[in-house]
């Protein structure tokens, strides 16, 4: 029932979902990290604002983007002008998906550090462990339940991805159309049954994203 | 909640739902005071690409009028029952214009010029009638293959004029109507009438509207003199026999 571009957009959609989701661990983990731990002015205003992409419509989110990659912007030409062009390719596709799948990441990270217990990681540093082998034995063996179901959530989201990146990234088949814009595609060109077709792998990968995060999950906890 | 629900029939009420062609847009907006100064309802348009218009008024979207850019749109809904083929009239005619940016430097004088330009922003060739007319042009001049792989598709022709204007494509084809609308993008050429695929705008009422009348009195409406010289005004062209 598939056709070759149709596998083709499949693969495409999990490596630009996959490699959006590595892009922001390592950043995501970092200002989860940060957010837990800081208790300053202005937390819950700095929270708010990092968790705006998942309440705002993607297509905000989306015109927001473009506005600042387009050709006509300032920081757009001078991407262009490193040979870095944003919108109208697959790295619009990667900027959008990891701009609306980010916040995921960061709530569930920040949720699972606070929950870990900081007098544990000060009996560490009693111990003589060094803030960074602290946080590897102690915050991150406790926090980590919480990661892998941000970051499994992160990458559901970038699977399914619409507004931002129609905008960013334009529905260019063979180019930046995901499974979400093929979807959509198929259904305006009147070719429904596709659309369902591409709709049912959408879902099954979600599916086993999201079954193989609390399978993990569950393996993990029965062992620890 | 009860405010919203006895409100909602007094909004749809008085008004006309006009499913249009999205490059009639700014024409339709100055020839609807007219209309409402001579019968009353508020024409409210609904503005996208064609084929679009035609798949969500074959699936029952409460339209009254539909006003194509091509004639197979127009199909769509009268295989789907929903227009009688005697209402359909050719309203307007339309050319195609290739647009760069304002600021663009390239120099695109004829269509062999086009591969020059990186990338060429298109209506969906699938689909969207300006896209299909492009499309139509290209292959006759036998460029289409080459710059297939170039194409940006959009959702209507609007949009691809407007990736033009931000210089996110370096190039573009749209109707010379919509070219002349812009200020940051220039026509770099307009496609000869001759070589031009015919444009034909087809309007019909939709036959189970329940305000046909009013329907059928818009697209008079559409077809008086005084809207005909809205519409070449905005570059369209008015077909002579009437």
């Given at each position: 029932m598939l056709t070759a571009d149709d596998l083709r957009t499949v693969l495409f959609t999990l490596q630009v979902a996959l490699a959006g989701t590595l892009l922001i661990l390592p950043p995501g983990v970092a200002v989860a990290l940060a957010l837990a731990r800081y208790r300053g002015p202005g937390k819950s205003v700095l929270e708010t604002v990092l968790s705006l992409p998942l309440v705002l419509p993607p297509t905000a989110v989306g015109i927001a983007l473009l506005e600042a990659f387009s050709g006509a912007s300032p920081l757009g030409r001078w991407l262009a002008e490193r040979g870095l062009e944003v919108v109208f390719t697959w790295k619009g596709v990667l900027l959008a998906t990891s701009v609306m799948s980010f916040p995921l990441l960061v709530r569930s990270a920040r949720t699972a550090f606070e929950e870990v217990d900081e007098r544990l990681v000060g009996l560490a540093r009693t111990l003589g462990c060094s803030p960074l082998a602290a946080f590897a034995r102690v915050t991150l063996p406790l926090a980590w339940r919480g990661i892998l179901g941000g970051t499994v959530l992160a990458f559901a989201r970038a699977l399914g991805e619409f507004g931002a990146t129609i905008m960013v990234?334009?529905?260019?088949?063979?180019?930046?159309?995901?499974l979400a814009l093929a979807i959509f595609h198929n259904h305006q060109l009147g070719r429904d049954e596709r659309a369902a077709a591409l709709a049912g792998v959408t879902a099954g990968l979600a599916f086993t994203a999201l079954w193989t995060a609390e399978w993990a999950a569950r393996r993990r906890a029965a062992g620890a | 909640m009860a405010v919203v629900l006895a409100l909602a029939p007094a909004l749809a009420g008085d008004e006309l739902s006009v499913f249009a062609a999205a490059s009639l847009a700014d024409a339709l907006e100055e020839v609807a005071p007219a209309f409402v100064a001579l019968s009353g309802p508020r024409p409210v348009f609904n503005l996208s690409g064609s084929n679009d218009l035609a798949r969500q008024i074959a699936a029952g979207?409460?339209?009254d009028v539909f006003l194509s850019a091509d004639a197979a749109q127009m199909d769509v809904v009268e295989r789907a029952g929903r227009?009688?083929?005697?209402?359909r009239v050719e309203l307007l005619s339309n050319t195609l214009a290739i647009v760069v940016p304002a600021d663009s430097t390239l120099a695109l004088?004829?269509?062999?010029?086009?591969?020059?330009?990186?990338r060429l922003a298109l209506a969906?060739?699938?689909?969207?009638p300006a896209g299909v007319y492009a499309r139509a042009w290209l292959e006759a001049q036998g460029l289409w293959p080459q710059l297939a792989p170039r194409v940006i598709p959009t959702l209507n022709v609007r949009a691809a004029l407007h990736a033009v204007e931000t210089g996110n494509a370096e190039a573009g084809i749209v109707y010379r109507s919509d070219a002349r609308l812009s200020r940051r993008a220039r026509v770099a050429f307009e496609v000869p009438r001759e070589q031009c695929p015919r444009i034909v705008y087809v309007v019909a009422p939709v036959a189970d509207s329940p305000r046909a009348g009013t329907a059928a009195a818009f697209v008079r409406h559409l077809r008086s003199p005084q809207s005909s010289r809205v519409f070449e005004r905005h570059g369209f062209l008015v077909p002579e026999a009437r």
């Open positions: 990234a334009g529905n260019i088949p063979g180019r930046t159309q995901t | 979207a409460p339209a227009v009688r083929a005697a209402d004088g004829r269509p062999s010029d086009l591969p020059r330009a990186g969906d060739p699938q689909a969207v």
